[in-house]
């Protein structure tokens, strides 16, 4: 009930605000109806902003999804005495969100970042990573996949370990090559946990904040702004407190929605 009420209570103090014209230059807050959806939703950059979340989420999850599986399956194949490759594997998951994206800025750095000194190492020019808007969107991809593939990874080995042994061994007496054993038995048996870590990442992915705020800032030219940092702004440079719980509703709303369908389509096909 606790943890309930300290989840409910910002949530309905955000909702309440959303309906007000609450500014920072004005004394006094005032009911404002859906004016500030309507200015939301009328504006060019929150349509910006979504479409960054939007593509920004099927990317990386799309990667991740790939790389877990791969991970996932690379891990299952270690014996018990390379469980330190595994730990190594993992390392990237444990790693705060705040302290990967400095990691990465640093390594995305024009001027002292590794990747151009690689670069120019092997007589490659220096590539501005993080200050032209196509580059700086994959380097925020790059980031997060590098974080959170791990994830999925660890949600694949425990399918694996779930799937019965029997079912392995009666398709290599029938003659089953690799190919065909992870094509027919292996993938489909995964499938469903594979569903439940792609929703998992989804939900991260579209309410997305920290990763890029500290690496990118939405830049450059609002080319990285994605709809949590949109929000942000509002609250904190525009001053527009209720625009910026609106946008923080619209959030809400689109995590809760993708999750109902994502889940609901997922058991109709099961």
Request: with cysteine.
């Amino acid at each position: 009930m606790l943890v309930l009420a300290f989840n409910f209570i910002p949530f309905i103090d955000t909702l309440i605000l959303s309906f007000k014209n609450s500014k920072l230059i004005l004394p006094e807050e005032r009911f404002a109806g859906f004016d500030n959806y309507e200015a939301i939703l009328t504006h060019s950059r929150f349509w910006h902003s979504l479409f960054i979340t939007l593509s920004f989420t099927f990317v990386s999850i799309s990667l991740e999804a790939i790389l877990g599986l791969c991970l996932g399956l690379m891990m299952n194949r270690l014996s018990p005495v390379n469980n330190f490759l595994r730990i190594l594997i993992l390392i990237p998951w444990t790693i705060p969100t705040v302290v990967t994206a400095k990691i990465w800025q640093w390594m995305f750095d024009y001027n002292l970042g590794i990747l151009n000194y690689l670069f120019e190492v092997a007589g490659i020019h220096r590539i501005n990573w993080l200050g032209k808007p196509l580059l700086a969107f994959f380097s925020l991809v790059i980031a997060d996949v590098w974080k959170t593939a791990p994830f999925v990874a660890v949600i694949v080995l425990a399918g694996l370990s779930a799937i019965p042994q029997e079912i392995c061994k009666a398709s290599v007496v029938d003659g089953a090559n690799n190919w065909q054993r992870f094509r027919f038995i292996t993938l489909p048996l995964l499938l469903p946990i594979l569903g439940v870590a792609i929703l998992f990442r989804a939900i991260d992915a579209l309410r997305i904040f920290d990763l890029v705020y500290i690496l990118t800032g939405g830049g450059p030219g609002g080319s990285t702004e994605t709809l949590s940092v949109y929000a942000y702004k509002l609250f904190f440079y525009k001053g527009d407190f209720g625009q910026g719980a609106a946008t923080s509703v619209i959030v809400l709303l689109l995590v809760a929605g993708f999750g109902y369908f994502y889940t609901k389509k997922t058991f109709e096909m099961g």
